[in-house]
């Protein structure tokens, strides 16, 4: 995974998918113009569409392998493992800078973590997902189609206990990072687990019913030690 660090507070906004693609030959080319995939306000007709503004339309698109959830005035695409996980959107080819500033505008990594993906027609993609925990509360859009912003009361209450929660959570992770600066054996083994499992890291011991507080190292030190950094 590739990490972004804006220092732009994160805006509840259209959750972007960013696509590395060549748009003409060779190296520079790919870095000079890339592709974004959306699916909520930045589509064409939503309100934040103006976001785009000299972005050429690249068509629709599907990706499958995530669920979309609706937080009212925008969506929030998650992981999911499920068979008719896929969501809907459309592509547009953006600059490097004009990139940069999409990165901005989403929150990311604090509110939302940039992931590499496959489209449909196999070509990857990178998306800002949500985590799991931030959309417990509210309905998936089965059809992965998201059709536009929900009541105006739900787009105040909804978005806030996202907000909320999110930061609950930082606080957590700052404890817990402290914690594992300090601590030295066992002690260090657990924080770090927990640390991974709240931040769904990969494993590096595939074992299913293995839990934060078993007594090995689960996960990377190094993937450990860069979620403490980002904070």
Request: hydrophobic letters at 40%.
């Amino acid at each position: 995974m590739n990490a972004i660090s804006p220092r732009e507070p994160a805006r509840a906004t259209n959750r972007a998918i960013v696509m590395a693609a060549t748009l003409g030959s060779g190296d520079s080319d790919l870095r000079q113009s890339q592709l974004v995939f959306v699916y909520g306000t930045l589509k064409r007709g939503q309100p934040n569409h103006h976001q785009l503004a000299g972005s050429a339309f690249r068509g629709e698109a599907e990706l499958p392998g995530l669920a979309l959830y609706d937080l009212g005035p925008f969506p929030m695409a998650i992981a999911c493992d499920g068979a008719n996980a896929c969501i809907s959107g459309e592509l547009y080819a953006v600059g490097t800078d004009h990139l940069a500033a999409l990165d901005r505008f989403e929150g990311a990594p604090r509110l939302y973590q940039r992931q590499s993906h496959r489209l449909s027609d196999g070509r990857a993609v990178w998306i800002y997902v949500g985590r799991p925990r931030q959309v417990r509360h509210v309905a998936r859009i089965v059809s992965g189609v998201w059709q536009g912003r929900r009541s105006q009361l739900a787009a105040v209450l909804i978005p806030l206990a996202v907000l909320l929660g999110s930061h609950a959570w930082a606080g957590d992770l700052h404890r817990d990072c402290l914690a594992l600066e300090r601590s030295h054996g066992q002690e260090r083994i657990a924080i770090a687990n927990r640390i991974g499992h709240n931040q769904s890291l990969t494993k590096t011991i595939r074992l299913a019913e293995a839990q934060p507080a078993d007594t090995r190292s689960l996960y990377r030190w190094s993937d450990v030690r860069q979620v403490c950094r980002d904070l």
